[in-house]
Nanobody, 119 residues
Framework: QVQVVESGGGLVQAGGSLRLSCAAS????????IAWYRQAPGKQRELVAR???????NYLDSVKGRFTLSRDNAKNTVYLYMNNLKPEDTAVYYC?????????????WGQGTQVTVSS
């Protein structure tokens, strides 16, 4: 079974940094697309960043230059480095392992990790 475990959230002051980790078992993450989403209270869930199996990336405009995705194949883990955090980054962050099998998309989600940025 595919299991996704997230870690790294916490409370930081504006301007601080955090590293979120997404570790997967049952899949080799380099074969899949890994996406980070976030959901803030009263806000629509939004895609923050995606790293494809080909190595391409895309980022939400508001986090470009501040957030960086990285895949560690040896540890089968994807990291989201978040720098210069702002209060508007406060949200629950979710890792989604996106798997395609015979034209069907399967999404394996982590439990979510809370990121709170104080001003």
């Amino acid at each position: 079974q595919v299991q996704v475990v997230e870690s790294g959230g916490g409370l930081v002051q504006a301007g601080g940094s955090l590293r979120l980790s997404c570790a997967a078992s049952g899949r080799i993450v380099s074969n899949d697309d890994i996406a980070w989403y976030r959901q803030a209270p009263g806000k629509q869930r939004e895609l923050v960043a995606r790293l494809t199996s080909r190595g391409s990336t895309n980022y939400l405009d508001s986090v470009k230059g501040r957030f960086t995705l990285s895949r560690d194949n040896a540890k089968n883990t994807v990291y989201l480095y978040m720098n210069n955090l702002k209060p508007e980054d406060t949200a629950v962050y979710y890792c989604d392992v996106e798997v395609w099998i015979r034209g069907t998309n399967y999404n394996y989600w982590g439990q979510g990790t809370q990121v709170t940025v104080s001003s």
